[in-house]
Nanobody, 123 residues
Framework: QVQLVEAGGGLVQAGVSLRLSCAAS????????MGWFRQAPGKEREFVAA????????YYTDSVKGRSTISRDNAKNTVYLQMNNLKPEDTAVYYC????????????????WGQGTQVTVSS
């Protein structure tokens, strides 16, 4: 069974940086496209970023493009989301997701989800 465990969330002030991590187990990590989604209070879960199996292709939602970087370390079975210049509107529960699919597309359709990690950005 694939397990995804997020870490790195917390309460931060606007303008600072934060790095989320997601450790995968129970799978051949390099076979999965990986992504991050988030859900703010009262809103639907939304796509944030995705990375292909080798790390060569990435996609971002417009609201984080230019200030966030998704990366992965296949040797450590871990995917990261570096977020810079955080804004109050980034406040949400961030979920790691895994998709077993050969080609990465912007419409990531996860097969597995993590439990989420809370990110709260104060103004």
């Amino acid at each position: 069974q694939v397990q995804l465990v997020e870490a790195g969330g917390g309460l931060v002030q606007a303008g600072v940086s934060l790095r989320l991590s997601c450790a995968a187990s129970g799978c051949t990590f390099s076979n999965y496209n990986m992504g991050w989604f988030r859900q703010a209070p009262g809103k639907e879960r939304e796509f944030v970023a995705a990375i292909g199996r080798t790390g060569g292709r990435t996609y971002y939602t417009d609201s984080v493009k230019g200030r966030s970087t998704i990366s992965r370390d296949n040797a450590k079975n871990t995917v990261y989301l570096q977020m810079n210049n955080l804004k109050p509107e980034d406040t949400a529960v961030y979920y790691c997701a895994a998709e077993i699919r050969i080609i990465l597309t912007p419409s990531l359709k996860p097969d597995y989800w993590g439990q989420g990690t809370q990110v709260t950005v104060s103004s």
